[in-house]
Each structure stands twice: as C-alpha cells, then as structure tokens.
Nanobody, 119 residues
Framework: QVQLVESGGGLVQPGGSLRLSCVIS????????VGWYRQTPGSGREFVAH?????????YYSDSAKGRFTISKDNAKNTVYLHMKSLKPEDTAIYYC???????????WGQGTKVPVSS
C-alpha cells in the first residue's frame, strides 16, 4: 500500500524557516489531496495545508499557515514540500504528511516529524 515518509523536522528558533518533505511510495494516488497536519500534546491533528496531487496543483491553507507557509510538489520525485517561514513557538508540533481521498478511497498518514520552535 501507499507509504508516506516525512523528513526535515528539527529545532528552529522563532522567526526562522524550515522545509519539510514527504515522499510517497508503494502505489499510485488518484483523486487525492496531499498535504500536512500538525498535532500538539493533548490535542487533535490540525489541518495545515494541502495540494492536489494528480489532477492539478490547487492549494489550500489554514488561517494559521496562510501567508507564512507554502506547499508545493514535485510529481517526478513523488514528493510534497512544506516551506515554513516566520515560525512561532505556537507552531511547535509533530507534523504529519497526509494523503486524503476526494472519492472515499482509503487515506494515508506518515509517521510524523517533530518541529520544536524555541530559543
């Protein structure tokens, strides 16, 4: 089945930037949006951003991500990126890659990558 593997997480200072990557393998995604959620201790997973995988490049951002984060993709590399800038302590979370079916097919989650934003 499809697997998603995140990378790029790590400690970053407030105001800094980071780029996360998600590599897709093990199958073909049709009619999926691929993007990112994040989770803090004691909370559910919060939507961050997504991009259409195979039908175009339409993007959508949460209010917290809008203007600071940019999602992009490279289909030839089977990779989705999240460029984060002007990071704030409240951005601290585990960031998960997610492939979400638009037609009711199974969705997929990565294992997550930690992004602590702290001085």
């Amino acid at each position: 089945q499809v697997q998603l593997v995140e990378s790029g997480g790590g400690l970053v200072q407030p105001g800094g930037s980071l780029r996360l990557s998600c590599v897709i393998s093990g199958g073909t995604l049709s009619a999926y949006d691929v993007g990112w959620y994040r989770q803090t201790p004691g909370s559910g997973r919060e939507f961050v951003a997504h991009i259409n995988w195979s039908g175009g490049s339409t993007t959508y951002y949460s209010d917290s991500a809008k203007g600071r984060f940019t999602i992009s993709k490279d289909n030839a590399k089977n990779t989705v990126y999240l460029h984060m800038k002007s990071l704030k302590p409240e951005d601290t979370a585990i960031y998960y890659c997610h492939a979400d079916s638009t037609l009711g097919s199974p969705s997929y989650w990565g294992q997550g990558t930690k992004v602590p934003v702290s001085s």
